[in-house]
């Protein structure tokens, strides 16, 4: 088992040939990179991945629900499950709150997810590289690393996050981003819902209080270029929140926060000279435009991404044309919809406030969200699967 909680850039060496030649680098190591590894490993490629974090997953920068209706094969939950969650309670404004019964998910502990999930890439054969960033991403597929690596793989998956540099490389940037902060409050009650609350005080996103045990994270999202409101709107969303007895009034713990893609999925392959690109997770833009839920895309792009790049290298030349075939049926639908709601307030907010009416009808927990015809409505699965 590799000690992905321990940095391990000393385990390079430049002498190191195979890794320098490996068949495929994967960028990042969220949980779209670990999974493309592990897909890809588990085939018999020789993977090598590059993290620039020293410990998988430190710090946190996630709000750690996922849906039921998330499943990875062979994986188990424990010690990585901290709660079950059965309903969700939006808030619109100050009006009564609105209880969604179907709305069921788990509060999993994001930190063992990630690890566990690059303890399966390394078992299933990938060689890992902690502390390690990727410096430059060169247009003949070469890439150096910050160690001063220069490692020529045949094929590159980006699952470097919403400012993915391989991204960038291939001319595929996430433009539109929430920014988001979070931190960690006591719980007064124990709780199974997640609460959502919508306003015009939160210009393209929301806030949210998840519950996990004792605790709960409690957070906001604001479009990126109003992230200067974050601290004292969650300020004042804790002191509402510990005023009518739900958290503690006592400082919080455990501050975080980061971005989140929310401009739609973008297209996932290129290439640099000979090297095929793949982006998967965040690079590739695949967080829900309204709930910013990423970490079940994350999974299933970068599986889809490894098993693609397996499938090339073994002699399947339209593999990679696939994966981004497989990306459009599995999210494009619910995103289009997502995208659509999103628009309709943002139109909004140039001008005047977002209404109440107008917040409630942009949020997925809303029967009003569903009932645009424009948008399909084979996409509802899709998105209650992703849903945060
Ligand atoms: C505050 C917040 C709350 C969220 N809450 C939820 C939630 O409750 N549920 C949900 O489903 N989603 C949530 N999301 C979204 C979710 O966290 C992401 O969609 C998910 O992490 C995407 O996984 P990823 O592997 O694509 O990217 P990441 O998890 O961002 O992993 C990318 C990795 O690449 C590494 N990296 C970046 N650049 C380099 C480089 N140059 N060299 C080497 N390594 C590099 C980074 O260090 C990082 O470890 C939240 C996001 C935020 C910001």
């Known amino acids: 088992m590799v000690p992905v909680g321990a940095p391990a850039a000393a385990r390079f060496s430049p002498e190191a040939q195979p890794e320098q030649r490996p068949e495929l680098l994967v960028v990042g190591l969220g949980p779209a990179g670990a999974s493309a590894a592990a897909a890809a490993a588990s085939k018999g490629c020789r993977v090598l991945a590059v ?77 890992i590289l902690l502390g390690v960033a990727v410096r430059e991403v060169h247009a003949d597929g070469g890439v150096r690393l910050s160690n001063g690596a220069l490692i020529r793989p045949r094929a590159l998956v980006g699952a470097d996050g919403p400012r993915s540099r391989v991204g960038a490389v291939i001319g595929r940037s996430n433009l539109q981003l929430v920014a988001a902060r979070q931190f960690t409050v006591g719980l007064l009650h124990p709780y199974e819902a997640t609460d959502i609350f919508l306003s015009p005080a939160y210009p393209g996103g929301y806030a949210w209080l998840f519950p996990k045990g004792s605790a709960a994270n409690l957070g906001v999202g604001v479009e990126f270029h109003l992230r200067d409101r974050l601290k004292p709107l969650l300020r004042d969303l804790h002191t509402r929140l510990a005023a009518d007895a739900r958290v503690q009034a006592s400082p919080p713990s455990s501050m975080t926060g980061g971005l989140i893609p929310v401009g739609g999925r973008l297209r996932a392959i290129g290439a ?117």
């Open 272 to 388: 640099l000279g000979a090297v095929p690109v793949l982006l998967a997770g965040d690079a590739a833009g695949l967080t829900h435009p309204v709930t910013g839920a990423g970490i079940e895309a994350a999974v299933y792009s970068g599986t889809l991404a490894g098993n693609a790049v397996a499938s090339w290298l073994a002699g399947h030349g339209n593999a990679l044309h696939e994966y981004e075939s497989d990306l459009s049926d599995l999210y494009d639908p619910a995103y289009r919809r997502a995208l659509l709601r999103r628009r309709e307030l943002r139109g909004g907010l140039g001008r005047e406030a977002a209404t109440a009416e107008a917040l409630w009808r942009g949020w997925i927990a809303s029967p009003e969200y569903w009932s645009d015809a424009a948008a399909g409505t084979a996409d509802r699965c899709q998105v209650r699967a992703g849903a945060a």
């Open 51 to 127: 993290e620039r974090r020293g410990c998988v997953g430190e710090p946190v920068q996630c709000a750690e629900f996922v849906s039921s209706a998330f499943s990875i094969e062979g994986f188990s939950w424990e010690g990585i499950a901290t709660q079950r969650i059965v309903r969700m309670v939006t808030a619109v404004q100050a009006a009564q709150s609105r209880v969604s019964e179907d709305f069921r998910g788990r509060m999993i502990c994001r930190s063992a997810f990630d690890q566990a999930l690059a303890r399966r890439a390394a078992a299933d054969g990938a060689r």
